[in-house]
């Protein structure tokens, strides 16, 4: 009793562990505390054996999952896990080393995997010969050998099985046939004395054969067989012969009734059942079943139409004509001859998608069984995309400008440009020799602009005058009597304004009256620079412009598309901008003009191909960002063109919940632009100051992050049924009323 004890305290704790031997050119990985009759699948791919181990008891790992490496050897990991009485074996190759099936051996505790051809990869090491004098010889190195490349593993498939039985071999009883000798016989005849040793009733029919049958392709006296059989059961005859003769059979009590085509022919009770469909529509249906032998109806409308024409009986022109159109509706049925559905009928109903078939309890079951197994739900996925577009743009610019006077002649270095003026009165720059932009009226060289705004003229008047007056007496009635008040107001002319009379005044000084015209509105003359500039004699100014501008824009957007399988998603966000105006003269003389758009932002297109079994998705994607670029104006309407750029990833395979970054779309533009005087801007430091130098650096990169999410309709997640909002007022939104 105590030994057992001890043996059932050790099982808890757990008996198996890993040990690795080294030996020559091979490993020995030891499972000790394995047991007896240990069972061991194994499989070698991509330089990585991995076996699944069973044994008879539960052995437990004596110190958990446990991971030991022998780098000597070439053998960069080996580990063991599991529980219970199923673990998992992973050996795993370095670089360069050839891996092969163990042998495989154990003793009745112990399982022992042995790998042979094992060793540390040779490398071939340069040599330096400093001795020699000449040219130093290069190292050379020779790369260990990768594993070639294979294929991607299989992977698993759903699979729907059904078990069908032969409705063309009958079970019959009977004696056992000693020995059976046709030779060209006829075949209707022979089957017809076997059905009378086995002590069964004999019908043949043509009916319900095909049109090949129903010509005499199986008429009596043509049918030939051979047959040699010797002590078989009696249903093994029968049913070779029938199977010799290529007639169908069909057993009615005691009653073999044998023809062409019989297995279509119904005898026993007849059962309809209609089917709702769910997620396959009734034609797919109609079309599966149909290929699987049953007879499906369909209907046809076919139109007729005709035209006669009555003629003259005398010069055999027409007269007149009548059309006539005829419609005729007519039932077909379509189906393949051979199948497990052969004897059904059925119809559909695109309205309520709805299939319903008629035959034998057996054959509607057998159809059953098959629009389960199409009628599922297509798989959804939830695919995530982000999209970043990176602009980084680097501008660095250096300009150096100046200005000197020597008497009157001004030499000026403009950004790089070279100018010189003559003159007492002239500014040090660009302005004082006439140059002229866009929108500017023209300008005599030496003549500049001010900068006093216009005033309103005025005169003056000597003698003085003054403003005209006159009194306006205004009376004024209350409780306590009569008032009377006087006073002065300006005297108006017809246009509102004051008039002026002279001044009596003999000390008044001179008057200034602003000008005005004939209306009375005011007259604006240009302003009067009370001091002329002038820069001073023999001087020098200039101005240092250094300037690096760096700036990045990035656009980022995150769209979730719920996407079927078979199906395609997309979605548009952006601007609409203007890219070209078409002018039309019109036949009154007036002008038509047509506007043509682009959208500038984010276009994205995602086509689901499949999602099988194995959490593998396989789509296609198809990605735009571009952005909008002044190119001026047509008809005062602003035109842009389009920056953009596209990538088509083609169709690619991703695990559910993978995440896949698409890089590569970049676009990188540098531009350098200099100004300088001839010779004096080519001189060292000096040269500088006669130089300009703008450079302009931009770099535009795409990356495209994807990740597929299969949509769990049954355990519900983030999009199946189980999906409940986060907010409270979403909550409310979506709840029913």
Sequence with gaps: MGGGVAEAQTQRQGSLQLKLRRKPKALEVVLAGVGAKPLLQQRLANGIWEGQLRT?????????????????????????????????????????QSLKDPIVSADGRNLILTFTGLGTPKLQAGQLDLTTPGRVPQSRYAPPLRPRAVAPPLGDMAVGTMVLQNRSYLKLSGPIVPGLNFVDADAKLAL??????????????????????????????????????????????????????????????????????VMGLNMGPTMSKVFRLNQVDAASAKTYLGNLGAKIQVASTSTTTSSENDQDGGGGESSSGQMTTSMAEESMAFGADVGPLVGLRGTTDARLNTITLIGESELISIAEGY???????????????????????????IDSSFSARLG???????????????????????????????????????????????????????????????????????????????????????????????????????????????????????????DQFAYPQNSVYGYLEAAIVSSSAKTLAQPTLLVQEGETASVETGTSVITSVTTTDTSNGSSQFTYQRSNAGLTLEVEVDKID??????????????????????????????????????????RDRQTLVLTGVIQDQDKE????????????????????SVSNRQKSELVILVTPAIVDDEAGGSYGYGYRPSTREARQLMSPR
Excluded at 67 to 92: F, H, K, M, Q
């Design 613 to 654: 079994d194995n959490g593998f998705v396989t789509l296609d994607l198809t990605p735009e960002v571009s952005v909008p670029v002044p190119a001026g104006r047509n008809q005062g309407v602003a035109i842009f063109n389009i920056s953009g750029r596209k990538l088509s990833s083609g169709k690619i395979r991703l």
């Design 371 to 397: 629009l389960r197994q199409i009628d599922l739900r297509k798989r959804q996925v939830a695919v995530r995309v982000q999209i970043l577009n990176v602009d980084l743009n680097n501008d660095r610019g």
């Design 192 to 261: 017809k004395e076997l059905a009378k040793q086995g002590g069964y009733g004999f019908v043949f029919s043509n009916g319900g054969s095909s049109s090949a049958a129903s010509e005499g392709e199986f008429a009596a006296g043509e049918n030939k067989i051979s047959v040699y059989l010797n002590e078989v059961p009696f249903a093994v005859a029968f049913n070779t012969v029938l199977l010799a003769s290529g007639y169908q059979a069909r057993l009615q009590g005691r009653t073999l009734i044998v023809g062409p085509s």
């Design 673 to 692: 632009e200099v100004r300088k005087w001839p010779v004096l801007g080519d001189l060292p430091f000096l040269g500088q100051l006669f130089r300009s």
């Design 408 to 530: 009157n002649t001004f030499i000026v270095s403009e950004s790089g440009k070279a100018f010189m003026n003559f003159g007492d009165h002239l500014p040090g720059s660009s302005d004082g020799v006439g140059l002229l932009g866009d929108g500017t009226p023209y300008t005599r060289p030496g003549v500049y602009d001010a900068g006093i705004p216009k005033v309103q003229g005025q005169q003056v008047f000597d003698p003085p005058y003054v403003e005209a007056q006159k009194e306006v007496t205004t009376t004024t009635t209350n409780s306590g009597g009569t008032v009377r008040t006087t006073e002065l107001v300006p005297l108006l002319d017809k246009f509102g304004r004051p008039k002026w009379v002279e001044s009596t005044d003999p000390a008044a000084n001179p008057t200034l009256v602003p000008k005005v015209d004939g209306q009375g509105r005011p007259i604006y003359v240009p302003g009067k620079d009370p």
């Design 56 to 96: 008879q008891g539960s052995p437990g790992l004596m110190r958990g999952p446990q991971t030991l490496s022998l780098p000597e050897l070439g053998i960069e990991a080996v580990s063991l896990s599991g529980g219970g009485d199923s673990y998992r074996i992973t050996v795993r190759q370095a670089l360069g």
